[in-house]
């Protein structure tokens, strides 16, 4: 009983102890250094391609990114050294109408952005796509990951015959691209662990039942894309979906996601953002009654 009432005491010290320590401290963080972020995720499709670059902010600062005017923003076919060059619409985006078969799967290609005697680049083979079977919904009284009463969609496609494919599905909620933590959705071929059995199968449950944790409502509109990324990618959305995520008791100082885009002149120069080439497919569009 002595034990008890010692633990008892010992907690409840620890509590008075922890609620005295609510004096404010500031920090002197420094100048935080602006970086260019680069954000390319091309497809082989004939829809308009986006590039965006911005300039970072500091981590507690709410404003909005900058949108950066460079001189020049293209893409180096290097089967055929023909560049395929990005007009800029303005706030630090950057648009390429290509025409069938301008990016083809297979081919590497070369991201090229030049603004003065800076060169930034990266480099990133096309990955061929999976295909899509079906796309539906369900009315569920319960959704399968504890969601509540409602209209859930299931994503019928496969992984591609061959070990190591790496996709990113993309779920678009009336039109807008659900950009959470929560909703970065990642595979490696039918799972989510390297080796998992099952290579050329259905993704399983939590892949192609777990896409939101809020059910549809009537009227509303859903569709999903199947991105085949390459495996930096695949650690680019991991590291980024565990930044977001970092939080709680446990959670570690927050860090920069690292790049694959560097300068070509000066090594020195630190990038942010991802360039990379995909194979893309899209699922029907279900509009729910």
């Not at 829809?47 to 293209?74: C, E, F, H, P, R």
Request: with cysteine; net charge negative; proline share 5%.
């Amino acid at each position: 009983m002595k034990k008890i009432t010692h633990i008892i005491f010992a907690l409840f010290a620890t509590v008075i102890f922890i609620s005295s320590c609510e004096d404010p401290i500031d920090l002197d963080l420094g100048t935080p250094v602006e970086q260019y972020v680069i954000d390319a995720v091309i497809d082989q499709t004939t829809d308009t391609q986006y590039i965006y670059i911005t300039k970072s902010i500091a981590y507690l600062n709410n404003g909005n990114y900058k949108g950066v005017q460079v001189d020049s923003v293209g893409i180096l076919d290097t089967s055929n050294f023909v560049m395929h060059n990005f007009t800029y619409k303005g706030n630090g985006v950057y648009y390429y109408v290509p025409a069938p078969n301008t990016f083809k799967f297979g081919n590497s290609y070369v991201l090229v952005v030049k603004e003065g005697s800076n060169v930034y680049y990266s480099q990133s083979k096309m990955n061929t796509p999976t295909t899509v079977d079906s796309f539906t919904y369900s009315y569920e009284e319960r959704g399968s990951f504890g969601g509540p009463e409602g209209n859930y969609v299931t994503l019928w496609a496969k992984d591609k015959v061959g070990p190591g494919d790496f996709y990113w599905f993309k779920l678009y909620r009336n039109d807008s691209v659900q950009v959470k933590a929560n909703d970065i959705s990642i595979a490696i071929d039918n799972s989510t662990t390297l080796g998992s059995q099952g290579d050329g199968d259905l993704f399983i449950i939590p892949i192609r039942e777990n896409f939101t944790s809020r059910p549809y409502k009537s009227g509303e509109k859903a569709r999903i894309e199947i991105l085949s990324i390459n495996p930096e990618m695949y650690t680019y959305l991991s590291l980024v979906r565990t930044q977001l995520t970092n939080q709680g008791l446990f959670a570690v100082p927050p860090s920069n996601v690292p790049s694959n885009i560097f300068c070509q002149n000066n090594p020195n120069i630190k990038l942010l953002g991802f360039f990379c080439m995909t194979g893309k497919v899209s699922t029907n569009e279900i509009v729910f009654p």
